[in-house]
């Protein structure tokens, strides 16, 4: 793909990490000469400036020690060149400078750029522009450094990232330090898996790509992942055609959980959906009639795709050895996870399992289950879910900002749609319901989780601003 494009959310995007970046840049740089590659980066961030802030009066750049800083460097040159007023912050060691980087800082000062230690008073037409650290970022900023990703943060105008924003961890989506909060980042030669993952997408605000006239061989280390194929309902279908869905859940004072994913089950497509609750009480009067009640001992398990574990409490654990028999299709979610991971046998269960099956952990269930922490989970998301998968030879979907899915033997997806409103109670059942519904109908076990966690995202992305976003209304939403 050639020139600059806004990362859009109607396809799939291929995500490189720092390693395989490093070689695709080591190749071009081989094939195009030497710095040729900064001077396309400078470029690409100059017109991309121009267009985010046609009516700049000022534009602050603010550039590191080592080539981030260099491209930071070539734009400065250009915005001069077309008249702009740029003005450069640049915190490099002239003896210690890579070559490309000694080369740009000659030439932006062959164009007259001003440098200044001083940060210019900029109003919210103007713009600022990282180019502290991108792929380099080696430890947490300190001292000057720290104080000037400070002041971009403080900025009235608008900042815009090159490549990465500094102190964002190209792999993992995680910053260890003080880090650059863009509203706008170009991602050059790769995208970078971190970019959409972690606080990645919280930091990198609107994410732009320019391959620089290279075109990535490299196998693709993830995927951010694009929406699923539109279903059309052939005429000669009925109900069965659908699949059937059961949940099996819902212990006492949790029964909420079940009717929410088994809603979003019905919602999402299914043909039947069944809810099994632990709790022996009468049946919950809700607004989805068609959902039928059953005792989970009545379940025909072997020809149900199940969603177990939604409110299942502590009385799930005795349902799972059956259950991880003889499901046709299995979705684990919430309590029946925590039940995996305090149950070495119940784990040995699930590897010997054929059948497809999706695991749905938030962070701390996905922790328990590997026997860390949160942070340690949090700290490289992607590497998190696919040990997960591998372990246990499921699909796994690692629920969370820039949710991963991760499948056994595949390079993980992440998903780009979704947002903080989803983080309210239930939204989890709901997903389980989609993940289900989607599996019932047909798909493999990681198209079902990739598409419904899209879905899942898109729905929160598209829900009215002044309407209050709840599980229930989420589940309802689907078709
Ligand atoms: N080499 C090339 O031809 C190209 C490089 N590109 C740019 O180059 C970047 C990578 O360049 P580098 O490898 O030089 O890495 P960076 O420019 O990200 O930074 C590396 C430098 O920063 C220092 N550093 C790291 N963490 C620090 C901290 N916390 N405090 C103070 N100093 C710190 C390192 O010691 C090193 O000197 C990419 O992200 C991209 O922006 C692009 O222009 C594409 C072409
Ligand atoms: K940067």
């Given at each position: 793909m050639r020139g600059m494009h806004p990362i859009t959310l109607d396809r799939a995007w291929p995500l490189h990490g720092g390693a395989a970046t490093r070689r695709l840049e080591a190749q071009a740089i081989a094939a195009a000469g030497p710095h040729v590659l900064m001077r396309r980066a400078g470029l690409a961030a100059a017109r991309l400036a121009l267009a985010l802030?046609?009516?700049?009066r000022q534009v602050w750049i603010a550039c590191g020690p080592g080539n981030n800083g260099g491209d930071g460097l070539e734009a400065a040159m250009h915005l001069q060149h077309w008249g702009r007023q740029p003005c450069v912050r640049w915190f490099g060691d002239e003896h210690r400078l890579a070559p490309d980087a000694a080369a740009s800082l000659a030439r932006a000062r062959a164009a007259g750029v001003p440098f200044t230690d001083a940060m210019p008073e900029l109003q919210p037409q103007d713009l600022a522009i990282d180019?502290?650290?991108?792929?380099?970022?080696a430890r947490p900023a300190t001292g000057d450094l720290a104080a000037c990703i400070a002041a971009l943060n403080a900025s009235a105008a608008p900042v815009l990232a090159i490549d990465?924003?500094?102190?964002?961890?190209?792999?993992?989506?995680?910053?260890?330090g003080p880090a650059v909060q863009a509203q706008h980042t170009l991602s050059l030669l790769t995208l970078k898996p971190g970019l959409f993952t972690g606080v990645g997408r919280d930091l990198a605000g609107q994410v732009w790509f320019d391959a620089l006239q290279q075109c990535a061989t490299a196998q693709a280390d993830a995927t951010l992942a694009g929406p699923p194929p539109t279903r059309t309902r052939a005429?000669?279908?009925?109900?069965?055609?659908?699949g059937d869905v059961a949940v099996l859940g819902g212990a006492p004072g949790m029964r909420g959980a079940a009717v929410l994913a088994g809603s979003a089950a019905l919602h999402a497509g299914a043909g039947r959906v069944y809810v099994a609750a632990l709790?022996?009480?009468?049946?919950l009067t809700t607004d989805a009639p068609e959902l039928m009640w059953r005792a989970p001992?009545?379940?025909?398990?072997?020809r149900l795709t199940v969603a177990c574990?939604?409110?299942?409490?502590?009385?799930i654990a005795a349902w799972l050895p059956q259950v991880l028999a003889e499901a046709a299709q299995l979705v684990l979610d919430a309590d029946a996870l925590n039940a995996l991971a305090a149950d070495e046998g119940l784990q040995d269960r699930l590897r010997q399992r054929r059948q497809p099956t999706v695991l749905t952990p938030h962070p701390l269930e996905a922790a328990r289950l590997l026997g860390s922490s949160t942070a340690a989970v949090q700290a490289d998301r992607l590497a998190a879910a696919q040990t997960l998968a591998e372990r246990f030879g499921a699909v796994v979907v690692l629920k969370g900002s820039g949710t991963v899915v991760a499948a056994p033997g595949q390079a993980p997806a992440i998903n780009p749609t979704g947002n903080a409103?989803?983080?309210?109670?239930?939204t989890g059942d709901v997903l389980a319901g989609f993940v289900a519904s989607h599996l019932a109908a047909g798909s493999s076990a990681s198209e079902a989780a990739r598409h419904a966690v899209y879905q899942h995202g898109a729905l929160a992305d598209a829900?009215?601003?002044?309407?209050a976003l709840t599980a229930s209304a989420l589940a309802r939403a689907a078709n």
């Open positions: 802030a046609p009516h700049a180019a502290l650290l991108g792929l380099g970022s990465l924003p500094t102190g964002l961890a190209a792999d993992t989506g995680q910053a260890n005429h000669a279908s009925h109900k069965g055609s659908y709790d022996s009480g009468p049946d001992a009545e379940l025909a398990l072997a574990g939604c409110g299942g409490g502590p009385q409103r989803l983080a309210t109670a239930g829900w009215p601003a002044g309407q």
